[in-house]
């Protein structure tokens, strides 16, 4: 027989609607477990016999459903998870199913966990997360990174938070890659901050050059937040970096408090103040500023040798404009703290002078 609506159902059996509950269609099945329920669950909740059997109100379904896992009638749990039209209901029913399960391991707890994860209601798949979260479900690793890219903001946040509590051992690089995935298409500041707390330190290069490539103009507010939240960055963070022409990501790097290595990071300073050398503006006059400063602490009788003829040229000119800026100075304020800072401009410029 086939049955056309709750009321129908309800008139029925107990043997008729058990075998609906194992043989019919989705609705069939589903009215079939609330017919059931409200048969097991009437004693034990008063309130059922004073509602009409055809309308069980979303609250009251959810008392029952605790009702239903105490009595072990995990197959009515599974009938109402999978079809009832209230995502609370559904919620409810799968949270039940996997908590009372014999072990969150067993094959049939974790493959209703898997299906109940591609539900539609997102409500649904968050239970299944909170119970993985509290070690009552088990969900396989590549299931829990694909909701990383979950449209629903809190499902995303939720795995997040399941990989923070329950990192994976080792998974050949999935995780780390699905992370920088999602911080690169994140817009949110927060679940960005917690994909940074779940990457390796190492793996800051590869998110780094991930958002040059696809988001390019994020590099320098992803590298204030790296640095906010990993505190100074280092050279090989920020090599694939360097080429950008960007003054925005150029003072990022340096306020990120990059000390680059003298080898090829001379070069780079040096590039940095050709850029800027006649740029009015004030990112371009800070930049200039800060490039020529670290030059300066950089130089010494070995690294000097690493410049080009063109670059000492450029930066002998530069240091002799400074050390010209600081006598102003002196001559109008008094020469005050600036000893150090005009010793320390003489050694450049002796070293720059020699053959």
């Not at 050949?172 to 994140?186: K, P, S, V, W």
């Not at 590869?206 to 994020?218: C, G, K």
């Not at 070995?302 to 600081?326: G, I, K, S």
Request: with cysteine; hydrophobic share 45%; charged share 25%.
């Amino acid at each position: 027989m086939s049955a056309s609506s709750f009321e129908s159902v309800a008139r029925l059996s107990p043997s008729e609607q058990r075998r609906l509950l194992e043989n019919g269609d989705g609705p069939e099945r589903l009215w079939s477990a609330w017919a059931i329920a409200l048969q097991l669950g009437s004693d034990a909740i008063p309130l059922l016999t004073e509602i009409e059997r055809s309308y069980v109100p979303e609250g009251l379904k959810r008392q029952l459903l605790v009702v239903l896992a105490g009595l072990g009638q995990r197959n009515l749990l599974v009938a109402i998870a999978e079809a009832d039209p209230s995502p609370s209901v559904r919620a409810t029913a799968t949270a039940l199913y996997l908590r009372t399960a014999a072990s969150p391991a067993n094959f049939d707890a974790v493959d209703f966990a898997v299906k109940q994860l591609r539900a539609v209601p997102p409500e649904v798949r968050l239970a299944v997360l909170a119970e993985h979260e509290a070690g009552r479900a088990a969900i396989p690793l590549t299931e829990q990174l694909a909701l990383l890219r979950d449209p629903d903001p809190a499902v995303r946040r939720a795995s997040l938070t399941c990989l923070a509590v329950n990192p994976p051992s080792n998974d050949d690089g999935q995780t780390i890659r699905a992370l920088i995935d999602l911080f690169t298409t994140e817009r949110e500041l927060e679940p960005r901050r917690q994909c940074l707390a779940l990457l390796p330190r190492a793996s800051i290069r590869e998110l780094l050059r991930t958002v040059a490539e696809r988001r390019p103009t994020d590099v320098s507010e992803v590298v204030r937040i790296a640095y906010a939240q990993l505190g100074p960055l280092t050279w090989f963070d920020v090599q694939d970096l360097t080429e950008t022409s960007t003054l925005s990501d150029l003072l990022a790097i340096f306020i990120a408090g990059v000390r680059p290595h003298p080898l090829e990071g001379l070069r780079w300073l040096c590039r940095v103040f050709r850029l800027v050398r006649d740029e009015d503006s004030r990112l371009g006059q800070d930049l200039r500023w800060r490039s020529l400063a670290m030059i300066q602490d950089v130089l010494d009788e070995n690294t000097v040798a690493l410049l080009t003829a063109a670059d000492r040229a450029l930066l002998f000119t530069a240091f002799n404009r400074a050390m010209l800026d600081l006598q102003t100075h002196i001559d109008e304020y008094g020469p005050d703290s600036e000893e150090g800072y005009k010793d320390d401009l003489t050694r450049v410029v002796q070293l720059l002078s020699q053959p």
